[in-house]
């Protein structure tokens, strides 16, 4: 099973840049998540979706944009990158909610330079 | 905005010993997740605990949610070089779809 597969792995991006990191998941789940992770630190929420066409804004959103057209993907746009964007970013999906166990996919290791 | 602290953030210890991590919140949780991860990895559940008081066994590791569940700890006995990693505990309020995340406690068992 794939569970939640996201791309790229890593990326290196020049200030002002643009980019969308894709996420996919393969098990119907309602709930998606994305998070990023500073070094040594935990997760901090992105945004987040409870399904398609519905998305929501988590504690850091500014300088990032989502969208759900679809059940199984939930892409995360940065817009004019930023070195303080510098993180690894972890997409998320759950059956139903924050009850519910969280699957991740492998990260995007995202350098801003 | 609901905290939950986790502590200590980073332990080392020897192969065999015994170790506990703790996550504290003022909020009251109706669940809370531990999570491991691994470098280069995502976090992947080990356990979910719901009911206040409840114990819970994964071979060497005992979870434990206070009664009040508003804390939960993490117990690991004897301790193996394969138990190296981050350990990240989640709590979940009724009302939210969001899991509010511990800062993680690092832990290295030396052979």
């Known amino acids: 099973n794939a569970g939640v597969t996201q791309t790229p792995k890593f990326r290196i991006l020049k200030i002002g840049q643009s980019m969308t990191l894709q996420c996919a998941q393969d098990?119907?789940?309602?709930?998606m998540y994305w998070y990023r992770q500073d070094p040594g630190m935990g997760l901090k929420l992105i945004y987040y979706s409870v399904g398609a066409g519905i998305t929501d804004k988590g504690e850091v959103p500014n300088g990032y944009n989502v969208s759900r057209s679809t059940t199984e993907d939930f892409p995360l746009r940065l817009e004019l990158a930023a070195p303080s964007q510098t993180s690894v970013y972890f997409c998320?999906?759950?059956?139903?909610?924050?009850?519910?166990?969280?699957?991740f996919g492998q990260g995007t290791r995202l350098t801003v330079v | 905005t609901q905290l939950l602290e986790q502590s200590p953030q980073f332990l080392s210890i020897q192969e065999g010993e015994n170790l506990t991590v703790y996550c504290n919140s003022s909020?009251?949780?109706?669940?809370l997740q531990w999570y491991r991860q691994e470098p280069g990895e995502g976090p992947v559940l080990l356990v979910t605990?719901?009911?206040g008081g409840e114990v819970k066994k994964l071979k060497r590791l005992t979870f434990q949610f206070g009664d009040a569940r508003k804390d939960s700890s993490l117990h690991i006995t004897a301790a193996q070089p394969g138990d190296t990693g981050l350990y990240l505990c989640a709590g979940a309020e009724d009302s939210n779809y969001q899991l509010i995340w511990g800062a993680g406690t690092k832990l290295i068992i030396k052979p």
């Open positions: 998320a999906s759950s059956y139903f909610g924050a009850n519910t166990e969280a699957f």
């Open positions: 605990v719901v009911t």
């Open positions: 909020s009251v949780f109706s669940s």
């Open positions: 098990m119907n789940h309602n709930y």
